[in-house]
């Protein structure tokens, strides 16, 4: 069959096949354990409950990190570039989420929250 799939509904649906598959060649004299199965569709259920889940705390750890990062929107901001000695100070003027990392810009500027050494209003 290849792999299960990489979401619970690509599980879900590859296990309804199989479990299809078991019915129409099962043997008569000995069926399959309806307990098992139920057990087993309820364990689907949660595992697709859970990526939902999870799917949506990333959204509002998403949303919550933007929120921090455009708190400094108009704010000076101090950080140390790379092989500077000295920190350098920006305007912030925009704000993002890049590949799940709060980021402040001034123009070309990008600077991420956790290299911020000072704020200014």
């Known amino acids: ?59 509002v750890l998403t949303s919550q990190q933007l929120t921090q990062a455009s708190g400094m929107i108009g704010r000076q901001v101090s950080y140390l570039p790379d092989k500077a000695t000295e920190p350098v100070w920006i305007t912030v003027d925009s704000a993002a989420v890049v590949g799940g990392k709060e980021m402040v810009k001034s123009g070309a500027t990008s600077v991420n929250i956790e290299n911020v050494l000072e704020i200014k209003n």
């Open 1 to 59: 069959m290849g792999t299960l799939g990489s979401s619970s509904s690509d599980i879900q649906a590859n296990y309804l096949k199989l479990l299809v598959t078991q019915l129409q060649n099962q043997n008569p004299l000995e069926p399959m354990d309806n307990n098992q199965m139920a057990t087993q569709l309820a364990q689907l259920s949660q595992l697709e409950q859970a990526e939902t889940m999870n799917g949506t705390f990333s959204k």
